[in-house]
T-cell receptor
Framework: NAGVTQTPKFRVLKTGQSMTLLCAQDMNHEYMYWYRQDPGMGLRLIHYSVGEGTTAKGEVPDGYNVSRLKKQNFLLGLESAAPSQTSVYFC????????????FGQGTRLTVV | AQKVTQAQTEISVVEKEDVTLDCVYE???????LFWYKQPPSGELVFLIRRNSFDEQNEISGRYSWNFQKSTSSFNFTITASQVVDSAVYFC????????????FGKGTHLIIQP
């Protein structure tokens, strides 16, 4: 049972490049989330989805886009990476009836140079 | 808007000591849920506990215990007889209302247990 899987685990980008982070969950969870973690800042919500085909902005959505074409996948895109997007990105999912009791992926460490 | 404050940035204790991690929250919703997550040095986030706003009973799970007090908007976490394996960053978090719009996290407390 894989739980929540993030791809890739590490990536270095040059300023202006684009990339997509993939999150896949095999627990049939309705809710999915993308957070970023920066030193001393805790985790901050970027975007979230309450079901297939739906997405919404979180606390820090600027510079990111997301899509949830399939219930099990939640993609996070950076169209033009900036050094300020250097961070560790976590995907999470949770069951409709247990919001907040989230299962997290292993994280993606992204460096933008 | 919700807010979670963990005033202790870092705590260092010697193994076998008891330690309490503080968490203070703010929300205007009457229905909310509080959480603690653990992030060990390996980096993953591990769910520890979920408590709803209508249940102020303290909870104990082995060496872990949680004290929820609505009167002071606090949800503190105590580790009894700490062990080196408890070394981690601990996050307190909040979800309010329906809960679909994600967790609001505190900034975390880095707990160091020295042997």
């Amino acid at each position: 049972n894989a739980g929540v899987t993030q791809t890739p685990k590490f990536r270095v980008l040059k300023t202006g490049q684009s990339m997509t982070l993939l999150c896949a969950q095999d627990m049939n969870h309705e809710y999915m989330y993308w957070y970023r973690q920066d030193p001393g800042m805790g985790l901050r919500l970027i975007h979230y989805s309450v079901g297939e085909g739906t997405t919404a902005k979180g606390e820090v959505p600027d510079g990111y886009n997301v899509s949830r074409l399939k219930k099990q996948n939640f993609l996070l895109g950076l169209e033009s990476a900036a050094p300020s997007q250097t961070s560790v990105y976590f995907c999470a999912s949770s069951y409709l009836g247990r919001a907040g009791e989230a299962f997290f992926g292993q994280g993606t460490r992204l460096t933008v140079v | 808007a919700q807010k979670v404050t963990q005033a202790q940035t870092e705590i260092s204790v010697v193994e076998k000591e008891d330690v309490t991690l503080d968490c203070v929250y703010e929300t205007r919703d009457t229905t909310y849920y509080l959480f603690w997550y653990k992030q060990p040095p390996s980096g993953e986030l591990v769910f520890l506990i979920r408590r709803n706003s209508f249940d102020e009973q303290n909870e104990i799970s082995g060496r872990y215990s949680w004290n929820f007090q609505k009167s002071t908007s606090s949800f503190n976490f105590t580790i009894t007889a700490s062990q080196v394996v408890d070394s981690a960053v601990y996050f307190c978090a909040l979800i309010a209302g329906g809960g679909a719009d994600g967790l609001t996290f505190g900034k975390g407390t880095h707990l160091i247990i020295q042997p």
